[in-house]
């Protein structure tokens, strides 16, 4: 596939790549099956966000552990930044029972760093082109709380941003037109405490869009390779300046 130039530097992250846990931390005091589920990762993201960012020549930034570890794709003043708790169970997560020293001295480790790397190449983009288009890959488990999620993908944006709105309204109609059941802010809402929720509040020249796959289709490597490439589709047109 050929690599399509953008009008402005895109940037791709996958907050969620991995279940690993730092071998320090002893597994958070969790089974590792736990680890596995979708409550430590987003299952096919990383290869999801691979190929976006090799199909549009973008810097990847994928998370280096379990989202439990600390939640990159949340503000670090967040409650749930270090989730000392599962959910829905409510089952405790004993290697997060820190305390205010020690959760800062666990953002400042696992966190900050990831964040900062990503925010300079937004800040290159901005330097370098005007403007920086910030694309975050995520999975949902297709069943939470009793409640079927049977959409396949969900697009996360602010609907006051007209260039955002006007994004999920185009990548809409052409997942739709792929046979994908798409539907807007959903399984959450794009305004919630998020990465790119963050990067709105504190960014001028900023279009950001996160991706919510359904993980029934991308659990499996070869489904995740298609729903990638079908991604790049959706969103060349975006960036082909041909």
Not at 61 to 70: I, P
Not at 162 to 187: I, K
Request: aromatic content about 8%; charged content about 30%.
């Amino acid at each position: 596939m050929s690599k399509v130039r953008p009008r402005g530097q895109i940037v791709v992250t996958v907050e969620h790549a991995t279940s690993r846990v730092p071998e320090a931390l002893a597994g958070l005091g969790l089974p590792r099956t736990v680890l596995e589920s979708h409550v430590g990762w987003d299952p096919g993201t990383a290869s999801v966000g691979r190929i976006l960012a090799r199909a549009f020549d973008a810097p990847l930034h994928l998370g280096k552990y379990s989202r439990l570890v600390a939640d990159l794709n949340r503000s670090h003043d967040h409650p749930r930044v270090v989730a000392r708790d599962l959910r829905p169970s409510g089952r405790r997560v004993p290697g997060n029972d820190l305390d205010r020293a020690e959760r800062i001295r666990r953002l400042e480790r696992y966190w900050h760093p990831w964040r900062r790397a990503v925010d300079e190449d937004l800040d290159a983009a901005t330097t370098e082109f005007g403007a920086a288009f910030h694309i975050s890959v995520h999975s949902f488990v297709e069943r939470l709380g009793g409640q079927n999620r049977n959409n396949d993908i969900g697009l996360l944006y602010d609907p006051k941003h007209r260039a955002e709105r006007v994004l999920a309204d185009r990548l809409d109609e052409r997942l739709s037109a792929m046979g994908y059941r798409v539907r807007r802010n959903f399984p959450y809402r794009g305004i919630d405490d998020g990465h790119c929720m963050r990067q709105r509040k504190h960014r001028r020249h900023y279009v950001g869009m996160e991706i919510e796959m359904n993980q029934r289709q991308v659990r499996h490597a070869q489904h995740a390779r298609r729903f990638g490439h079908d991604l790049v589709e959706a969103f060349a047109p975006e960036f082909d300046q041909r």
